[in-house]
């Protein structure tokens, strides 16, 4: 099952701009709290980090909960300062990995 | 924004009430009312500022106040800040009361941030509070929160 991950970045900015950055990958989120029809708890299976680099420096990060719903939205802020590429990493429960990237120009 | 404060402040002063001898403690610190959790949250919250005081205001929570499906409820924090490297939100702490777990999400920003703004999409077990808490960079801790009602929860429901 390849994960599949949505990223939404703007293309070109000026420089200074406050851009938002909307990135959302397929995930089943599973709480650890649901049981089956015989009883059995559902084990936990659930994206726990998320890290946006800009240029390979860290802008934001976040820590993910049960209470995140499945196929983890975030959308979050940025100054475009400077061209360059935003690499995106989901880190999880079971070893889950998942990386996208996006590039943007900026322009004065 | 006032009717929820006066109502805060009308709670932790009966629950101070209550312990008599600490009537008149650190009015900034809000003391949870006795609901369903409210040790894991406090706990959850204490885990996060450690003994720091709690301030309320400057932090806005979006979340629809009425939903059918517990699912997925669209949230957006945001505080007001300049995000400047001399004044800027360190972090934001988001926290439920009655989920089986009393963390949300953690969200890490800096200066480069631009805009102290998040959002995402959350579960909720149950109608309940939702606390949303910002660090900021001189280390003081803000925090509002919201009531939401849940007509269909999620979280524990049966797989079929």
């Not at chain 1, 708890?41 to 993910?64: H, K, L, M, Q």
């Not at chain 2, 703004?117 to 803000?142: E, M, N, P, Y």
């Amino acid at each position: 099952m390849a994960p599949a991950a949505l990223i939404n970045v703007p293309a070109k900015a000026r420089r200074g701009d406050v851009i938002e950055i909307k990135a959302l990958t397929s995930h089943i989120m599973e709480t650890g709290y649901r049981r089956t029809a015989a009883g059995e708890i559902v084990p936990r299976d659930i994206i726990t980090s998320f890290i946006c680099r800009f240029n390979g420096a860290e802008v934001f990060r976040a820590d993910f909960f049960p209470a995140i719903a499945a196929n983890p939205y975030l959308s979050f802020f940025m100054v475009a300062n400077d061209s360059g590429k935003f690499d995106f990493e989901w880190t999880g429960d079971h070893g889950f990995g998942a990386t996208a990237s996006a590039s943007i120009s900026v322009v004065e | 924004m006032m009717d929820q404060q006066d109502e805060t402040t009308r709670r932790h002063f009966l629950t101070l009430a209550g312990g008599a001898a600490l009537a008149g403690a650190v009015p900034t610190i809000t003391i949870r009312p006795a609901e369903a959790t409210p040790a894991t949250l406090s706990t959850a919250i204490r885990n996060v500022i450690g003994e720091a005081p709690l301030h309320i205001g400057r932090v806005k929570l979006d979340i629809p106040p009425l939903v059918e499906n517990g699912n997925t409820l669209p949230m957006t924090v945001s505080v007001a800040s300049p995000m400047s490297p001399q004044d800027h939100v360190k972090s934001i702490h988001v926290f439920n009361e009655k989920n089986p777990q009393p963390n949300i999400g953690n969200f890490y920003l800096s200066p480069s941030s631009g805009r102290a703004q998040v959002s995402t999409r959350i579960r909720l077990a149950d109608s309940q509070k939702v606390v949303a808490i910002a660090q900021l960079s001189d280390g003081s801790f803000w925090q509002t929160s919201i009531d939401v009602v849940v007509t269909l929860a999620a979280c524990t429901e049966e797989v079929l």
